[in-house]
Antibody, heavy 122, light 107 residues
């Protein structure tokens, strides 16, 4: 079975750095795009961008370009989402999801991680 | 960026009734690039429909999708108590993928 297991909840202060993880199993990690989605409190889902583990090709939406960094470690089938300087407005739930195989399409998202809650507060 | 507008915001129905959820796109979207997800409180979204009308594995046939190129519909026939949840449409046919704001189906 395809599974994406994300790291646990984080409580951080503004200005701190953070890296959350998404470990994949049950399929060939390098051949499917990993998509990152944000869910803000009381709001809907927001597409952040995606990364192809096969060659670390990362694509960001304009809203997130320069704000976060996607990376992967194919030796442990894990994708990462990183911030260097968190803001209060980064608080939310972050999901990784499996996107398309090969083609750079951000969907359909057929398997999702359980979500990582990030709380940024002074 | 394509805006997806879902309506209604909330649908109040009873088990056994049918639900019709709408998703309108601000520009044309290819049928192959439209999906629907179900999300329950405290859970991750679950893929229901992809390619506008194809059910994901394990999804009951009371869920069906249709539409194009700017108007898409998710129909849930014979609502089961387990179907009361939040539903999102999703397009990924353009450079920036987007989601609708969601429709809540409640009892």
């Amino acid at each position: 079975d395809v599974q994406l297991v994300q790291s646990g909840a984080e409580l951080k202060k503004p200005g701190e750095s953070l890296k959350i993880s998404c470990q994949a199993s049950g399929y060939t990690f390098s051949t499917y795009w990993i998509v990152w989605v944000r869910h803000l409190p009381g709001k809907g889902l927001e597409y952040m961008g995606m990364i192809y583990p096969g060659d670390s090709d990362a694509r960001y939406t304009p809203s997130f370009q320069g704000q976060v960094t996607f990376s992967v470690d194919t030796s442990i089938n894990t994708a990462y989402l990183q911030w260097t300087s968190l803001k209060d407005s980064d608080s939310g739930v972050y999901y990784c999801a499996r996107g398309s195989r090969g083609s750079p399409l951000a969907g359909p998202l057929d398997s999702w991680g359980q979500g990582s809650l990030v709380t940024v507060s002074s | 960026e394509i805006v997806l507008t879902q309506s209604p915001g909330t649908l109040s129905l009873s088990p056994g009734e049918s639900a019709i959820l709408s998703c309108r796109a601000s520009q044309s979207v290819a049928r192959l690039a439209v999906a629907w997800y179900q999300q329950k409180p405290g859970q991750s979204p679950r893929l229901l429909i992809y390619d506008t009308s194809t059910r994901a594995p394990g999804i009951p046939d009371r869920f069906s999708g249709s539409g194009s190129p700017t108007d898409f519909t998710l129909t849930i026939s014979r609502l089961d108590p387990d179907d009361f949840a939040l539903y999102y449409c999703h397009q990924f046919g353009h450079a920036v993928a987007t989601f609708g704001q969601g429709t809540k189906v409640e009892i």
